[in-house]
């Protein structure tokens, strides 16, 4: 079956909030992610900033393990709404950057344009066979936990962080503020606009299309794929329809609730990775077993593609860092 | 073998000329057609003006054709840039509108970036298997003789037209003012960015990168998909790879020679719509026989894939345009 690898991309300015990212050097450089992490994914190289895709420590950023492991595989960005917009063929769904969810997340006609053009996007994209829908967003897993409250579901301190240090309490006190504006059971444009971001409606409303149109959807990611589930659903989606695809560091993060929160959401269909990175010559790599990065730009997704079809893909991913000079061992 | 169909628009200030473009109610209007065209093409009606995609006369844009036949075809808009943007999914690749050529039609960057991204593009979509790449620019037929005679070829007169009267000496005028600031042969780049448009270059970027990745392509429109070819050709491209699908009215049409600059460009293989719309029991329709119209957002191409399988075209697109209410006896 043919497959195409889908990743949508876009800002939110909770991830400006000290503490609560450190998918960039600093909180200002977070907006600058998304557009480096998909730029290097379809070129092999970020374009915006002269840098390379790994932190001073060597640790690489989950994009470099879903290149290495999908040179095969055909790749469309979605930008659902970028302070920063990527450098290479984008599909613009008429969105926009994400506010700071205290005060708002996006204009409400922002959100049904995501909505209603996702969808068409997806309606498009099924006759391709399977669409696997990853994501690249820093401050994604607050957005998350505030998007799945305003949809009515529990889930408080549930969503995962790219930090070994899960910042909960940050995390809570931005969403409680969030939520105090809202009554929720929100519906899906309303929960996106008011306290959400312009990336989880995307990823939902694309599951939709490619759905409705026959296709076979698998949601690449870790926690928030759990309100990108739940957006589609109550975008009046077939929870059955779909597959997550995630890590096994997702899984194991016990400062999340991966499993409960795709049960709740009623998404039944979960693969994981089982590669372990902790015999790595590249101490970058290593950093992934204790807890570092876990999931994004589709890295799950890619990892489990890559073990299914027998492939060990640990020696690929080195490569891979090598050929960026930055296996540091 | 999967298919796709990818529709590029984008404008060029060339078709504000009064007389130059039909293809709209005023000179200005025109800037609209291309979006009014893809958001109709997509979904059934077009979104940025409440109006029918038919003239006044009952004469239908192409795309009405185009929605009627392939309706079990998805479909990828590419914006290489337009004064109004389509509201609809679509890619854009760094582009930006036109300017009129007898000054300069964009800046040399942004046609480097639409050269480079549509030929990443393209190598994404090449895994689909075939790939047809339409377009919808009014004034290109004149943007396409001066890109044309930009890389060295001898196209004067020789574009087509989508009005039955092809205002051929305006045309020149306009297209020697925009060649005597340039000396020919210019590289595919410059002639695009000096007195070309975003539009062709990037349906030869996307072919490019479509050949590339091992894809078919098919340039699915009339005679300026010669120019699309000679800038494939220019940026490097095997012209052997390229096929061409057109309109019979594009063949018959004695103000252009749609086989003689594919000849000279080198494309060999050509494949034409046999339909004839003269007895259709629409008039809007019965004009395509009087050389109104002749091509446009790849009806070309969709007529000669529903007759190549078996289809007649013309019920289905009578139906259609019976649906939008538009079809005067």
């Not at 694309?206 to 926690?223: D, F, P």
């Amino acid at each position: 079956m043919a497959e195409l690898l889908v990743v949508v991309v876009g800002t939110t300015d909770v991830s400006l909030i000290p503490g609560i990212s450190i998918a960039g050097p600093s909180p200002e450089a977070t907006h600058y992610t998304p557009a480096l992490d998909v730029e290097y994914l379809l070129t092999g190289r970020p374009k915006t900033l002269d840098v390379v895709p790994v932190t001073p420590d060597g640790i690489p950023t989950p994009a470099v393990v879903t290149r290495a492991l999908t040179g095969d595989l055909p790749k469309l960005v979605v930008d659902a709404g970028s302070r920063i917009p990527p450098k290479i063929p984008r599909v613009v769904l008429g969105g926009v950057p994400g506010g700071d969810i205290r005060r708002g997340a996006m204009p409400r006609e922002a959100a049904e344009e995501v909505a209603a053009n996702g969808r068409l996007l997806g309606r498009q994209l099924a006759r391709w066979g399977r669409v696997a829908i990853g994501e690249s967003i820093p401050g994604g897993t607050t957005t998350a936990m505030a998007i799945l409250l305003a949809l009515g579901y529990d889930a408080w301190g549930r969503t995962s962080s790219a930090s070994p240090d899960n910042p909960k309490e940050l995390k809570a006190r931005v969403v409680k503020e969030a939520l105090a504006r809202v009554k929720p059971p929100l519906d899906a444009v309303t929960a996106a606009s008011e306290v959400g971001d312009p990336v989880h409606l995307a990823v939902a409303s694309i599951a939709l299309g490619v759905a409705e149109g026959g296709g076979e959807v698998v949601l690449a990611g870790g926690t928030q794929m759990a309100a990108a589930a739940a957006l589609y659903k109550a975008l009046g989606g077939d929870v059955e329809r779909l597959a997550v695809a995630t890590t096994r560091w997702i899984l194991e993060d016990k400062s999340a609730d991966f499993l409960g929160l795709m049960r709740e959401v009623g998404v039944r269909r979960v693969y994981a990775s089982r590669s372990s990175f902790g015999g790595s010559r590249c101490r970058g790599l290593r950093a992934y077993d204790r807890g570092y990065v876990k999931e994004g730009v589709a890295m799950g997704y890619a990892l489990w593609r890559a073990e299914s079809s027998g492939v060990d893909p640990l020696p690929q991913v080195e490569a891979e860092l090598e050929r960026l000079g930055k296996c540091y061992t």
